[in-house]
């Protein structure tokens, strides 16, 4: 079986650039969540999703949005980029919205 | 904000060795969670552990919980070079959005 998928792996940007950032999660998996992990520090929450409902949403700007689509792959959309969104960004996904979470390899993303 | 502490922040092992691992948090949960993370990549789900239980084991694995003192350990038994890696607890709240709260990690090196 197919692990979740994290597309691209590195990606480059400019400050106050826009990105996105996509996962495909375990077939039967209905749930995605995103985390930011800068260096040296354990991922941070940003959005649960959950039949393409948010449920949950972390500590961050309003420049961070996210969605799920019908077959349940999410987007991470960040926008006006700062050096402070470098980081490991991380999707999960998991049957419900509770209990162990299945990770994906991470989009790393080096803001300039 | 990271709710999870870790301690040590780094353990230095010789294979063969016991790896004991600590994790402090702070609300009520509803199960306790490690992860293990190789090199910045993907995180994998190691053992997960219901606010109702004490123990658990899985093959070198075993962690135990204790609610009153909201503390967690992790031992790793006859340790592997191949165990080393960052070794991060998580926590699920037992109340409102069910999204993961991760500590600091410890980084764990396991010399052959």
């Known amino acids: 079986d197919a692990g979740v998928t994290q597309s691209p792996t590195h990606l480059i940007k400019t400050r106050g650039q826009h990105v996105t950032l996509r996962c495909s999660p375990i077939s039967g998996h209905k749930s995605v969540s995103w985390y930011q992990q800068v260096l040296g520090q354990g991922p941070q929450f940003i959005f649960q999703y959950y039949e393409k409902e948010e449920r949950g949403r972390g500590n961050f700007p309003d420049r961070f949005s996210a969605r799920q689509f019908p077959n349940y792959s999410s987007e991470l959309n960040v926008n006006a980029l700062l050096l402070g969104d470098s980081a490991l960004y991380l999707c999960a996904s998991s049957f419900v919205t509770s209990g162990e979470q299945y990770f994906g390899p991470g989009t790393r993303l080096t803001v300039t | 904000s990271q709710q999870g502490e870790e301690d040590p922040q780094a353990l230095s092992i010789q294979e063969g060795e016991n790896a004991t691992m600590n994790c402090s948090y702070k609300?009520?949960?509803?199960?306790l969670q490690w992860y293990r993370q190789n090199s910045g990549r993907g995180l994998v789900h190691l053992i997960l552990i219901r606010s109702n239980e004490r123990e658990k084991h899985s093959g070198r694995l075993r962690v135990t919980l204790d609610t009153s003192k909201k503390s967690s350990s992790l031992l790793i038994t006859a340790s592997r070079a191949a165990d080393t890696a960052s070794y991060f607890c998580?926590?699920?709240?037992?109340?409102?959005?069910?999204?993961?709260?991760f500590g600091s990690g410890t980084r764990l090196q396991v010399q052959p």
């Open positions: 998580a926590t699920e709240p037992d109340t409102g959005r069910r999204a993961l709260t």
């Open positions: 609300t009520s949960i509803n199960n």
